[in-house]
């Protein structure tokens, strides 16, 4: 479980004196020594590091093309015994012609050798004049004076246990069909990039986008190494900056210009990456496009450790945790939901939507969305029937909120009290009201239901559901219940977004006193209010008492459906985003809890009415997920480290 297919790489740049290789190879060196006590296994380092990226005529210079050559030789000696692979930059004269390339160094010797597809010669850039493309190399191998037979081209992949490297050089990544894309689909799980990318304003800003974006393109990781402030300023100025992404996130990046040896690392997530590619059918079939075979050069690290465990794991994956982005987020959420619920009353003719509210959360967030529907059709609110059904555990709390929140909103408000109509049916099916049990609390979720269906069908409306995504991946609904309705509108939220999703209409949209009511929701605990409550009128029967913290439950189910990990390393990510909140005995408890729960409940998924998907995970029967009712989940619980 300590390695958990995490691998640590490095992007570095070092400084830099133009033709100065000895100057270079040193500089270099102490890079690789700084990443291989951050316990790297791959380091990336800018195009031409060997001599400069600027050296301009003198790359047609037959004593620096041969000083570069023993440059590379001596960094194959410096490898020897150290367990990192190394991507370094230098020109290379081969027969008549010289190519700007990418070494891939391990263990005392060259892997191979990648040639730049596209030689930039347009506005600064001027490269044809010294430069040959490498596009139709493929298949070949070349002698050096030091080592003979090298893999040389267009077509190497780098392999081993850890990962499969794919190499590209500065301007590949900027074609229309960056090179990365077809090694990506040859298997490479990590794209090193050796780039001499110069700095104008707001060039930053479009390279930082090209990273994110191939790297979500090919679902892996692309480690990116930029030339830094050492190379000529005679027309243009160099940055350095460095940059690791994953499947469109950026793990990591630096500050650029600046003028010391740096070296940034991060964790790779392999397993994140292999599962994104199996699931993508469009990815498999892409590999039908493949121009050429790829040849594989494996080699074998000493071990796979990568040091401390530095990456961040959010412990509110749906969330994003940059306060701009979650507002976008929260907008973009009810832009989904308030479309989806206008297509189907527009679909269905009926004017009237039918909701049920307690007080609480979820009805409070299928409320607001309702009322958005309505202002987006230009249909009136009080065509919005509104229904509390107070019963035996109702707080004067949750009651007080649910009536305020409904004359506020300017809906058709109804109160309906379930308390007689339960007591008889208790009678008619000859059970004791004083059993509180999960017939006592069935029978009220239930009739609760049924007088939503039929105000429903007396107003010619649509009943909306309540019910959010951490519910249904729990089970934590009555079945035929609160499980059920004509739409639900909250389906693919899960319990931690629904309180910002709650919270970004208070603040945001809401005069004062509507915002007061809605932060008081906020502040209730989360409750069906089945049972009676206490002497003193407060809320006895607390969800997350029950089934456990929803933002544990919500970080499983991320990391369960999106991902498909296993559950030991649910729990061994959950350690390291919850560490400051839980114990791993408190951790483990409730994730047990959860893949029971998740497999035993799956029937009441798989008979759930239309609804809305808003995010990555979704467990509809007719959209993301299909799971047998039946499946076992003893194989889940033994994949739990004890």
């Known amino acids: 479980m300590a390695q958990q297919n995490f691998v640590r790489v490095a992007t570095a740049c070092p400084k830099v004196r133009v033709a100065d290789i000895t100057y270079n190879l040193q500089q270099i060196k102490d890079c690789i020594d700084q990443s291989i006590k951050k316990e790297a296994k791959l380091i990336i380092f800018p195009e031409l590091c060997l001599t400069g990226y600027t050296c301009a005529d003198l790359f047609l210079q037959k004593k620096l093309l041969d000083e570069a050559e023993r440059g590379m030789e001596a960094l194959c000696h410096y490898s020897k015994g150290k367990d990192i692979v190394i991507a370094a930059g230098l020109p290379l004269r081969i027969r008549a012609e010289v190519y700007n390339c990418a070494c891939i160094v391990f263990d005392g010797r060259i892997l191979g050798i990648v040639p730049k597809i596209y030689i930039p010669n347009y506005e600064e850039f001027y490269e044809h004049r010294w430069f040959t493309s490498g596009r139709s190399i493929i298949g070949e191998t070349l002698d050096l004076p030091f080592q003979s037979s090298v893999p040389f081209g267009i077509d190497l992949l780098f392999e081993t246990s850890s990962f499969v490297l794919g190499i590209e050089i500065c301007e590949d990544l900027w074609s229309v069909v960056p090179p990365s894309s077809y090694l990506s689909l040859g298997g490479a799980t990590i794209i090193g990039n ?86 993508n ?176 069908n007396k107003e010619g409306g649509l009943v909306i559901g309540t019910g959010d995504l951490s519910e249904l991946a729990l089970g934590w609904s009555t079945y035929n219940g609160d499980h059920m309705s004509m739409y639900a509108v909250n389906c693919s939220v899960p319990k931690t977004l629904v309180r910002y999703l709650v919270r970004y209409v208070a603040e945001g949209e809401m005069e004062k006193e509507t915002a007061t009511i809605l932060l008081d929701i906020l502040d209730t605990p989360v409750s069906p209010e089945l049972l009676p409550k206490s002497a003193t009128g407060e809320i006895v029967q607390k969800t997350e008492d029950i089934v456990g913290p929803y933002a544990l439950h919500d970080f499983f189910l991320y990391y369960f459906v999106r991902s498909s990990f296993t559950p030991d390393r649910i729990l061994f990510l959950a350690k390291q985003a919850f560490k400051e909140e839980y114990d791993e005995t408190t951790i483990k408890k409730w994730l047990q809890l959860f893949l029971r729960r998740f497999f035993t409940q799956q029937f009441k998924r798989s008979a759930i009415p239309d609804g809305p998907k808003v995010g990555t995970v979704s467990l509809s029967p007719r959209g993301d997920w299909r799971m047998p009712s039946d499946a076992s989940f003893q194989l889940w619980l033994s994949g739990i480290d004890d």
């Not at 892996?220 to 190494?225: H, Q, R």
């Not at 460095?242 to 500050?255: P, R, S, W």
């Not at 529907?373 to 107070?390: A, E, G, M, S």
């Open 281 to 456: 059918i469009s990815f498999r079939d892409g590999r039908y496009a493949l121009p050429f075979q790829p040849r594989i050069i494996a080699f074998a690290l000493q071990d796979e450790k990568f040091g401390l465990f530095d990456r961040l794991v959010d412990k509110y994956p749906f969330v994003p945790s940059n306060l701009a982005d979650r507002a976008k987020r929260c907008a973009e959420i009810f832009n989904i939901q308030t479309a989806a619920l206008a297509k189907r009353l527009e679909h269905t003719g009926l004017k009237r939507a039918v909701v049920g509210i307690s007080g609480g959360l979820d009805s409070t967030l299928a409320l607001l969305v309702v009322a958005k529907t309505y202002d987006l059709l230009n249909w009136p609110r009080q065509d919005i029937i509104t229904i509390t059904l107070p019963g035996f555990g109702t707080t004067d709390r949750t009651y007080r909120n649910a009536v305020e929140l409904c004359k506020r909103l300017g809906t058709d408000f109804r109160e309906v009290n379930i308390v007689a109509a339960c007591l008889q049916h208790f009678k008619d099916i000859g059970h004791d009201p004083a059993n509180h049990d999960v017939t006592y609390e069935n029978v009220q979720a239930r009739e609760r239901t049924q007088i939503l269906m039929d105000v429903a």
């Open 194 to 279: 050796l780039s001499a990318s110069n700095e104008v304003v707001s060039k930053s800003d479009y390279r930082r986008s090209l990273v994110k974006m191939q790297s979500a393109k090919c679902m892996g990781a692309y480690v990116y190494a930029g030339a830094g402030t050492g190379e000529s300023t005679t027309d243009v100025v160099f940055g350095g900056e460095l940059l690791i992404a994953e499947n469109g996130t950026m793990l990591a990046d630096n500050k650029r210009f600046q003028r010391q040896n740096e070296v940034m690392t991060a964790l790779i997530d392999k397993d994140r990456l292999d599962y994104q590619r199996t699931k």
